[in-house]
């Protein structure tokens, strides 16, 4: 069943292969105590994965030589080298972010291994911001491992909002469906607090512009969802939707933004209403991620919207309960990456239609008639 999913999903992307400059994804290797070595190693052993990209994974040679030995994988190759600079196209290459061996304690949250994740991750970081890569993939961490090594940030998105500055977004997606969120790692209790007119409009109009440059959507429907059960049922259960969310969606109109709701949650994934939106936000975590992996679990991909850059990752987290078992699923990986490349050729083609109005559509050879395949897949 895994071998007919990823053969799917490589038939469905080799059909554009020839329309694509070779890009080079940082993948970061994320807890080296979960299954994120385990899922590159299966998603890369496949060659025709080479076709579409270079890979340039940051984290240390060891210790995927140690994880190649706990899959099925053996075969495994990669080249590996100090400096970026030095990979070459078409192979995998690991950029050695660290020299010592260190330890590994598979299925538990270390220190250890939040120090290594942050390295790794800081190293990605300022090569993406050289441009030395085109986009970053991030391997699951464990949030108490990277706290026990003083990392500041609740988690990725925080993470690459600073050191990106600008006002992103989280975003879930697969295929069709794509959720994002007005908060993140944020305590249930702190949520209402949290919220007000002018976080809600921002976030709903960094959600428009991404789905427009990103996605390739001219005229994005988005539905925004309320905070309360019913939607405040007209303010018997909150206000929230009266005094705040439901003035930001009126603000997003004025501005042309087709934004409806606020919507109750339950009602609008329960009823299907979530497949006439191109995009949903949701107003805290649960609220958002719940529904979307209940409908696409192991398909889904966590990508940071409203930046400069690019930033996707698989989601699941770090799957201690099976790690080093050889079970877990690349799928996600997989089409995280392939995500990476899609909004990639998408931004390009944006700011090429729009660097020009009057040569609107008249792209250089290798983009032409080029599809969208995130939907495809």
Known sequence: MLKAKCNKQLHNFQTHASKYKTMKIGITLGDINGIGPEVLIKALSDERMLKFFTPVIYGSS????????????????FSSSGDVRKVVDHRVNVVNC?????????GK???????LAQIALDRASEDLKNKHIDAIVTLPINKAAMQMAKFNYPGHTEYFSEKFSGDSIMMLLSGELRVALATNHLPLKDVAAKLNKELIDQKIRT?????????????????????????????????????????????????????????PADGFFGSSTFKKFDAILAMYHD????????????????????????????????AYDIAGQNLADESSLRQAIFTAIDIFKNKKRYAEDHANPLNKRQRPSDIDGEDEIVSDL
């Open 62 to 77: 060891k210790m995927l030589a140690y994880h190649k030995n706990i899959t099925d994988h053996k075969n495994f190759q």
């Open 98 to 106: 660290w020299e010592e061996t260190n330890n590994i304690t598979l």
């Open 109 to 115: 949250a270390t220190e250890e291994g939040g120090k």
């Open 207 to 263: 959600l428009y512009q991404s789905l427009v440059m990103d996605f390739g959507i001219e005229k994005p429907m988005i539905a925004v969802l309320g905070l309360n059960p019913h939607a405040g049922d007209d303010g018997a259960i909150g206000t929230e939707e009266d005094k705040i969310i439901r003035p930001a969606i009126i603000e997003a109109k004025k501005k042309g933004i087709l934004a409806a709701g606020p919507y």
């Open 287 to 318: 609220q958002g991620l719940i529904p979307f992996k209940a409908l696409s679990f192991g398909n889904g991909v966590n990508y940071t919207a409203g930046l400069r850059i690019i930033r996707t990752s698989p989601d699941h987290g770090t």
